[in-house]
């Protein structure tokens, strides 16, 4: 059972709207949480992190956690065609080892 | 800062060759990891280093792969002998284990093609 699981996509959004990225995890234990974002034929690049004890906002992004549920989301409002890239949930496991989800494709149409 | 860097960015060699891969961390950074990743398995952790010291190699494929790294500035990823299912991206990921978060830092990475 993979401990960290996205929905591969594509998730198409139109410019301008709301894109909501789901991450689901198994370790209730977990206390932080990681966001990447890889654009393609590049290596991802930390974009947002969040300990367990609340959600963040940084810009046009928002990251929130459901620890009833165990996933975190990836909010990005007033999506851009720069935005499109594959986003990658990752989370400690142990104490140094990051256990990354298959990622998210965003596509953002103009 | 330079960021974490890594050569060469792509490498076309034929089955049976030996291939190595090279990886400067961030300076100051005091932990790194060969990661592997691939469409269908995405991600892979292959062998992570803290001063040093090899710590969980767990994830290196088999005997093919080894990794070193002899100094804190430097470290090498060899395939020998490299076969065609070895074709994959391959990141070298450095970070400062001890700050909160442990935040890990990503190369260009090395695409690997074996022929």
């Known amino acids: 059972q993979k401990e960290v699981e996205q929905n591969s996509g594509p998730l198409s959004v139109p410019e301008g709207a709301i894109a909501s990225l789901n991450c689901t995890y198994s370790d209730r234990g977990s206390q932080s949480f990681f966001w990447y974002r890889q654009y393609s034929g590049k290596s991802p690049e930390l974009i947002m992190f969040i300990y367990s004890n609340g959600d963040k906002e940084d810009g046009r992004f928002t990251a929130q956690l459901n620890k009833a549920s165990q996933y975190v989301s990836l909010l990005i409002r007033d999506s851009q065609p720069s935005d499109s890239a594959t986003y990658l949930c990752?989370?400690?496991?142990?104490?140094?080892?990051?256990?990354f989800g298959t990622g998210t494709r965003l596509k953002v149409l103009a | 800062d330079a960021g974490v860097i890594q050569s060469p960015r792509h490498e076309v060699t034929e089955m049976g060759q030996e291939v190595t891969l090279r990886c400067k961390p961030i300076s100051g950074h005091n932990s790194l990891f060969w990661y592997r990743q691939t469409m269908m398995r995405g991600l892979e952790l292959l062998i992570y280093?803290?001063?040093?010291?090899?710590?969980?190699d767990s994830g290196m494929p088999e005997d093919r792969f080894s990794a070193k790294m002899p100094n804190a500035s430097f470290s090498t990823l060899k395939i020998q002998p490299s076969e065609p299912r070895d074709s994959a991206v391959y990141f070298c990921a450095s970070s400062y284990r001890g700050r909160v978060p442990d935040t890990q830092y990503f190369g260009p990475g090395t695409r690997l093609t074996v022929l």
């Open positions: 280093f803290n001063n040093n010291v090899p710590i969980d």
């Open positions: 990752a989370v400690p496991s142990g104490t140094y080892k990051y256990i």
